[in-house]
């Protein structure tokens, strides 16, 4: 294609054959541009190779039959035979040359083709999980699973101990505007409830301590404790041995506490402690103590292990109401 020249705002075609652009508008600046042709693809490029090849070659027999004479009969039959064998090479040439050309393309086709199905596959695969992910997944379905078995329990309960034991509790409790406050159950639940108790009353005393001081005043008044605890396996009364193993997991392990554990802390903070329960009078231990009531709720179903106890704390809705009653200050003048 000829290069076109561009000239302040119109385009001339330069000479074919000379490729002379224009001559120079004076006063005006003259700027070449040529704009390439189009790639080609193998086939059409190679067939255009071969009409090139095939006018090469009769230009070349061409010259081949001016250099013998007319009248030589000998050597135009040579000339005959040598020109076929030349047209017969050539076309043999390039029809092997198509041929290659087809198989190529029809080879990359089939690795197109099969690269093409490999993605297929490897794409309708599903993606790899990662070991983090399948943590992840593994602990949410067990998080799901524990909270549809919660709700199931709660339905269950709504029926059941459980749930009249805490109807009745906050019955009672409402009775005395108190209402239960909630302590883990933790194997340290009794000594919990107290600390929590003691805490309103500005006592820094914890669950270690009270622990400790409830092991070491047991020991130490062991003619009050000793009877009331026995073996198991046996029926017998706790040895000395076996006694002050007692004591040892009330300081070191999470060891449930009970009335004898009561009875000593009552002793050791010489204060009365109630407990109040759901379908039975109220417990009052360490009566003797002129002072007002620790108070715990002993609940028997609160949870699939047994026992438990909690705190208990005022009642919001009587502390909200007595607040709307209490009169306020008025307006300082």
């Not at 092991?215 to 076996?242: I, K, R």
């Not at 010489?270 to 108070?295: C, F, H, M, S, W």
Request: proline share 5%; charged share 30%; hydrophobic share 35%.
């Amino acid at each position: 294609m000829a290069p076109r020249v561009r000239v302040e705002g119109w385009e001339a075609l330069a000479c074919l054959r000379c490729r002379t652009p224009p001559a120079r508008v004076p006063g005006h600046l003259v700027v070449m541009e040529e704009i390439l042709a189009e790639e080609l693809d193998d086939e059409e490029q190679l067939m255009r190779r071969h009409r090139k090849e095939k006018k090469e070659l009769q230009a070349k027999i061409q010259g081949m039959k001016n250099a013998v004479p007319k009248n030589d009969k000998k050597r135009r039959k040579q000339l005959t035979e040598d020109v076929a064998k030349l047209e017969r090479e050539m076309e043999q040439k390039h029809r092997e040359e198509l041929e290659q050309l087809k198989l190529t393309f029809k080879d990359s086709k089939i690795d197109s083709v099969a690269v093409n199905v490999s993605n297929l596959v490897l794409d309708s695969q599903p993606p790899r999980i990662s070991k983090a992910q399948k943590r992840r997944e593994k602990k949410a379905a067990l998080e799901k699973e524990r909270e549809e078995r919660i709700a199931e329990a709660e339905i269950e309960n709504l029926s059941g101990a459980r749930h009249l034991e805490s109807e009745k509790l906050a019955q009672i409790l409402a009775a005395r505007e108190l209402e239960i406050k909630h302590i883990p159950s933790d194997g340290h639940c009794m000594y919990g409830a107290l600390e929590d108790q003691l805490r309103e009353q500005d006592s820094a005393l914890t669950v270690a301590t009270l622990r400790r001081q409830t092991a070491e005043y047991m020991q130490s008044h062991s003619d009050d404790f000793l009877p009331f605890l026995t073996n198991p396996n046996t029926g017998d009364m706790y040895t000395p041995e076996e006694f002050g193993k007692y004591c040892d997991d009330i300081v070191n392990t999470a060891a449930w506490g009970g009335q004898l554990e009561l009875r000593a802390l009552s002793h050791i903070l010489k204060t009365p402690i109630e407990i109040l329960q759901a379908d039975a009078p109220p417990i009052i231990v360490g009566e003797e103590y002129p002072r007002n009531p620790l108070v715990l709720v002993y609940m028997r179903h609160a949870y699939g292990l047994g026992e438990h106890y909690n705190s208990v704390t005022r009642y919001l809705a009587f502390l909200i109401s007595n607040w709307w009653k209490t009169p306020k200050a008025g307006p300082v003048t």
